[in-house]
């Protein structure tokens, strides 16, 4: 059979709507010859849209057109704008997609009837407990769920004569801070309490009656509470909660066979709407519906062991893998640790690529020195990209550079299919690292805590960032120190520091040295007459000369303004001589090849002596000095150059 490559758009697997859809896309997988990639993000929990930014980067990475086919569950991504540009390049790419509950009119959709379920909640609350007075827990005001569930929530209110006020309609984002921090304001209000607190989904529910009974209050005795998904019954609760009960694994498992029989021009309908059912229990008051089944009392007891064992792994893990990468130094040593994380979590592959300017030196001239204006950052992958880990079958293997579009090493696609690959985003900010991709790690990974150690990983590698950063900048200003800026040749400072061992060699070792001192002829006319640039263009020519006459290993600098020295061991007043003469020959080129309006020129003066060990460098430099001046009273004079 063939196999195909399916991409899955989807945010925050920690929560259990998007991780149980994901559950069921796994299990199928398999089924009908699909490897999947799955880009992941975590945004919107941080609160912080440079974050955010850096999490929606992953959604870039995948060239849809590589894919056969895509699955989509965009209603969990907060921000339109990385939904519109992802739905523009599933278009542009002409493959089939399937979108989980978002009905988009040019794609296969798996949804559920939002509207008649909402409703059978709040008509069975209204007709079977008589409650009049409601507080109201949604989702995001953009999410067309959300949308739907407060507005048949309304409809019903309105048809039974009712009325809510809009401060007692909360407006979150379906996490369980959004259930907590409603409760918060209904408490602080002082208002009387409502009959019901209906939410838009199981995790606010849950949240909500946790606060509420750590204030005192009794679930349903003084409030009713109802949810909407059945997610919450996975978890340990205080109440059984009055829920809609929707078939989630199933849409993932249906996105894989619509997607099957599109590719296989097999008959498939676009629109799918899945049956659901309400379920009435203890938290809306229909006690007489309270499970009293020991056995899935001990399974849940179970799961919910089992749950807590596997988040003390993964806190381990995190706690391991953070404070080994946060005591790195350098990159090999940051590298090392995250290859123990690898083996600790035992993948079937792990990838590790790295943007190709993600430690850039011009990055650090931009974000590092201080005379830069302004930061320049990278927010999206760069075309080549960098692995640094490569793991399959229990090695690590060379991956090498890969393009961008491959995503991960080519050999790594070939095999069996079945498998899901992680995408997951390294990111500081909205500076973009690059990414790192998990095949069935041994890691929790539907957990917040695996966020946590996302995060820790991504934050370590811009701790090694700064520290290259440093590095470079260190080296930056070392050279700014010992570097004559305009000329790039050693200035005092760095002729003093290059020259001191080997000097002080010449002292004990009574080795001679050559101190030649050259200075630029008639450097003012030139300024004068022709302008500082000209005069800079001659300056800049000398140090040239310099470079290409000096063979020997002999250290020169611009010592200051039209003055450049050379020092050299063990010379003769022969070899002096030579190096003289061909500094004057390439003076001759240049006055040749560029044809200035002014002729180059320039006086030297040398002394070779053996140092003594009360003597510094620069009684050399003086003696040297007074030669070069004495030849340059004895030259005749150009047009050009000034009178001595």
Not at 158 to 167: K, M, N, P, W
Not at 275 to 280: I, L
């Amino acid at each position: 059979m063939k196999s195909y490559n399916i991409a899955l758009i989807i945010e925050e697997i920690d929560q259990s709507y998007q991780s149980a859809i994901l559950n069921g896309i796994s299990s199928t997988a398999k089924d009908y010859s699909m490897n999947v990639s799955a880009f992941v993000s975590f945004s919107g929990a941080m609160k912080n849209p440079r974050h955010d930014a850096g999490e929606f980067s992953i959604f870039s990475l995948p060239d849809f057109s590589r894919f056969d086919g895509a699955i989509l569950l965009t209603n969990t991504i907060a921000y339109q704008p990385v939904v519109d540009d992802i739905l523009l390049r599933i278009k542009e790419a002409g493959i089939p997609a399937v979108s989980i509950d978002n009905d988009i009119p040019y794609l296969y959709h798996i949804g559920i009837d939002n509207r008649t379920a909402m409703r059978n909640i709040t008509e069975h609350l209204i007709n079977v407990h008589g409650y009049k007075r409601f507080f109201y827990i949604s989702g995001p005001d953009d999410n067309p769920e959300s949308a739907d569930r407060l507005a048949a929530f309304l409809e019903v209110i309105a048809e039974h004569g009712l009325s809510i006020d809009q401060e007692d309609i909360y407006h979150g984002d379906f996490r369980a801070h959004s259930g907590k921090t409603a409760a918060e304001k209904l408490l602080a209000s002082g208002n009387e309490l409502p009959d019901a607190i209906i939410c838009a989904n199981d995790v606010m529910a849950a949240s909500a009656i946790n606060y509420l009974t750590a204030n005192g209050l009794s679930v349903p005795g003084d409030v009713a509470v109802t949810g909407f998904d059945n997610t919450y019954s996975t978890q340990n609760y205080q109440v059984e909660l009055t829920s809609v009960d929707r078939p989630l694994g199933l849409s993932g498992r249906l996105a894989c066979k619509m997607l099957y029989n599109r590719l296989n021009n097999l008959p498939q309908e676009r629109n799918v709407i899945l049956k659901m059912s309400t379920r009435f229990t203890e938290s809306c008051g229909c006690c007489e519906n309270i499970s009293h089944d020991i056995e899935a009392f001990r399974e849940l007891n179970y799961r919910n062991y089992m749950r807590f064992e596997d988040s003390q792994q993964l806190m381990s893990s995190i706690n391991l893998v953070s404070t080994g990468l946060l005591g790195c130094n350098n990159f090999d040593e940051y590298i090392s640790q995250m290859k123990k994380f690898v083996r600790d979590i035992s993948p079937d592959e792990f990838y590790f690529c790295l943007c190709d300017n993600w430690d850039s030196e011009s990055a650090v001239d931009q974000s590092v020195m201080p005379f830069k204006d302004e930061e320049v950052i990278t927010t999206d992958y760069t075309d080549e990209m960098i692995v640094q880990i490569a793991y399959r079958d229990g090695s690590f293997f060379d991956g090498g550079r890969i393009s961008r579009r491959d995503i991960i090493p080519k050999s790594a696609v070939e095999g069996t299919a079945g498998r899901v690959f992680y995408h997951i985003p390294l990111h500081f900010g909205e500076r973009c690292l690059g990414y790192m991709v998990m095949c069935n790690p041994r890691i929790q990974m539907n957990s917040s805590m695996f966020e946590t150690l996302c995060i820790s990983i991504s934050n370590s590698l811009e701790n090694i960032r700064k520290l290259i950063c440093l590095e470079y900048a260190v080296d930056r200003l070392g050279k700014l120190y010992a570097l004559d800026t305009f000329s790039g040749i050693y200035n005092r400072n760095g002729f003093i520091h290059a020259t001191e061992s080997l000097y002080r060699d010449c002292v004990v070792n009574k080795r001679k040295i050559m101190l030649m001192f050259i200075d630029l002829d008639g450097l003012k006319k030139i300024n004068d007459t022709f302008g500082h640039g000209v005069g800079d263009n001659a300056i800049f020519n000398i140090a040239e000369v310099l470079r290409t006459s000096c063979r020997s290993g002999e250290i020169y600098c611009r010592f200051g303004g039209d003055e450049f020295i050379v020092f050299g061991t063990d010379y003769t007043d022969e070899e002096a001589m030579k190096l003289k003469r061909r500094i004057q020959r390439n003076i001759t080129l240049i006055n040749q090849k560029q044809k200035k309006p002014y002729k180059l020129s320039a006086s030297t003066g040398y002394v070779i002596d053996i140092p003594k060990p009360d003597e510094d460098i620069f009684r050399f430099v003086t003696a040297a000095d007074n030669v070069m001046y004495t030849e340059k009273r004895r030259k005749k004079l150009s047009r050009y150059l000034k009178k001595e």
